[in-house]
């Protein structure tokens, strides 16, 4: 699947019609349809946003919705015996890790769709491999139904297309989501394209100048 969306992956947002330019929409279901709000409106009280979480990283340190409070992330979901997509969206999450490497208001976070097979030594021997900076790129495992349910009902990671999925059915996508520091959705990107992830590092220090 394939997914390049207008505003987040083939240039700059166009400035709303009530005059919100510079800013990035908000998104609050699977259809990704944008909402030009500004961020002291009301609407946003009770907008979609992340909900509480719990999971373990590749350390076997609890990581939760604490752990990215008031912080920028950037999500994705993998898993570690992946030979498709998941190298290259792992190299690209790299580069972002590089790219903000001194911008510590912004974090990575991948959680794994297969956490039976992913433990922490797991997760930890491939964070080493990929050179992941702990405290920087959180590798999550837990239970898998929690993490389902984050990608699905919370990121809307694989349901851009409106099409639903089972609690059965495997979780695999290349997309990217980011987050701001209210724990809103601001965009979503095709982890696997130069252009999209270049226009996701815009909208990272999009969201820091907010």
């Not at 009770?46 to 409070?69: E, K, M, V, Y």
């Not at 964070?127 to 837990?142: I, N, P």
């Not at 139904?145 to 695999?172: C, M, P, T, W």
């Not at 997309?175 to 130069?194: E, S, T």
Request: glycine content about 6%.
């Amino acid at each position: 699947m394939v997914l390049l969306l207008w505003g987040t992956a083939c240039g700059p947002v166009e400035p709303s019609a009530d005059g919100l330019a510079g800013t990035l929409p908000y998104y609050n279901e699977a259809s990704f349809s944008p909402h030009w709000l500004a961020a002291d409106a009301p609407e946003l009280d009770t907008f979609h946003r992340i909900p509480t979480f719990t999971l373990l990283n590749q350390r076997g340190d609890t990581i939760s919705t604490a752990t990215f409070q008031d912080k920028v992330y950037i999500v994705d979901f993998f898993f570690t015996t992946c030979p498709g997509i998941c190298p290259r969206m792992t190299k690209n999450m790299g580069t972002l890790q590089a790219i903000f490497a001194d911008q510590p208001q912004v974090l990575l976070l991948s959680h794994s769709v297969t956490p039976e097979m992913d433990s922490v030594p797991v997760l930890q021997a491939y964070a080493e491999k990929h050179g992941v900076v702990a405290d920087k790129w959180h590798l999550a495992t837990g239970e898998r139904a929690e993490i389902y349910r984050l990608g699905r009902q919370a990121y809307f990671v694989e349901e851009n297309l409106g099409l639903q999925k089972s609690a059965d059915d495997f979780l695999h996508t290349e997309n990217f989501v980011l987050i701001d520091q209210q724990r809103h959705i601001r965009g979503i990107y095709n982890g696997l394209n130069q252009s999209s992830l270049a226009q996701l590092t815009k909208d990272v220090y999009a969201l820091l100048a907010e």
